[in-house]
């Protein structure tokens, strides 16, 4: 069992930058691959960026290429997305989920609220 909960969104201007946690309970959390998705009001959900549990492969949507990092640390049971560059259309409800198949998961947070202004 994997218990995640997100946190560091909040209210930032365009052009700003906000780091995500994805911080998790349970012993094995280092095998499990991660992935951050977003959904906006009105819209479905989409997968932003995955990252393998060893941390040697990562994705990313085309939407968020070249703005966004996905990344982990094992030893805190933590995986982070750093995101530079945030314009408006961001703006979401962003969740990190788990699971052991690559972009199949089992486990998913409660979310965090990331707003971007113009």
């Known amino acids: 069992q994997v218990h995640l909960v997100e946190f560091g969104g909040g209210l930032v201007q365009a052009g700003g930058s906000l780091r995500l946690s994805c911080a998790a309970s349970?012993?094995?959390?280092?095998?499990?691959?991660v992935g951050w998705f977003r959904q906006a009001p009105g819209k479905e959900r989409e997968a932003v960026a995955h990252?393998?549990?060893?941390?040697?492969?990562?994705y990313y949507a085309d939407s968020v290429k070249g703005r966004f990092t996905i990344s982990r640390d094992k030893d805190m049971n933590t995986v982070y997305l750093e995101m530079n560059g945030l314009k408006p259309e961001d703006t979401a409800v962003y969740y990190c989920?788990?699971?052991?198949?690559?972009?199949?998961?089992?486990?998913w947070g409660q979310g965090t609220q990331v707003t971007v202004s113009s």
């Open positions: 989920a788990a699971g052991q198949i690559w972009t199949k998961y089992d486990y």
């Open positions: 349970g012993r094995t959390f280092s095998r499990y691959n």
């Open positions: 990252i393998m549990w060893s941390g040697g492969s990562t």
